[in-house]
């Protein structure tokens, strides 16, 4: 399913998600992303190799456009953080946003996959059946070391233009 051509657009992402006055205006300027549209929200690491590469994934395997993408650095990235009750300058983890919920790390990425094409929602399912105690720490592991291992980028994903109204603030 790979090989779809995409091309993607970026900006900066410099220092200003940990600066107090972007943590401020994230936390005062909040707008409401399920207002209009439902579906939900995956917050990744805009700069993080890896976490790209999982953005692609799920645009390939997402045929049905069910979810939609905010970097964790972005505006809406950070108010959408805040939202959940974490810090609008966290990007330790993946975050999907629901109406309703959210959810982080192993559990963000197995109901994430429970959504897309086959294989996917089954191996998911399956994966489910290990507790979040084990899956975690591996989660951890992983997370802990993508900067490492798959490198960084020196600016941020905001869209990709094949599938520019996925990506909040886009």
């Known amino acids: 399913m790979q090989g779809s051509r995409r091309s993607k657009i970026s900006s900066p992402c410099s220092a200003a ?15 409401d992303y399920f207002a209009a549209d439902k579906r ?3 917050l990744f690491d805009g700069v993080c ?9 799920v645009l390939d395997w997402d045929k049905a456009g069910v979810y939609r993408f905010a970097a964790l650095q972005s ?3 950070r108010q959408l953080l805040v939202r959940c009750g974490r810090r609008p300058d966290d990007i330790s ?6 109406a309703h919920g959210c959810y982080i790390k192993s559990e963000a990425v197995l109901r994430i996959a429970t959504k897309l094409g ?39 994903r905001v869209t990709d233009d094949g599938f520019r109204e996925r990506f909040l603030g886009a």
């Not at 940990?18 to 205006?25: E, V």
Request: charged fraction near 10%; glycine fraction near 8%.
């Open 93 to 98: 983890s993946i975050v999907l946003v629901e």
């Open 75 to 77: 505006n809406p990235g």
């Open 17 to 31: 998600s940990t600066d107090a006055a972007a943590t401020s205006s994230a936390a005062s300027s909040t707008v």
């Open 49 to 57: 190799n890896m976490c790209n590469g999982g953005v692609n994934f």
């Open 118 to 156: 086959m294989p996917w929602p089954l191996l998911a399912g399956l994966a489910l059946l290990t507790p979040r105690f084990v899956r975690d720490p591996v989660y951890d592991q992983v997370a802990g070391n993508r900067y490492l291992v798959f490198g960084k980028r020196n600016s941020c």
């Open 40 to 42: 939900p929200v995956i």
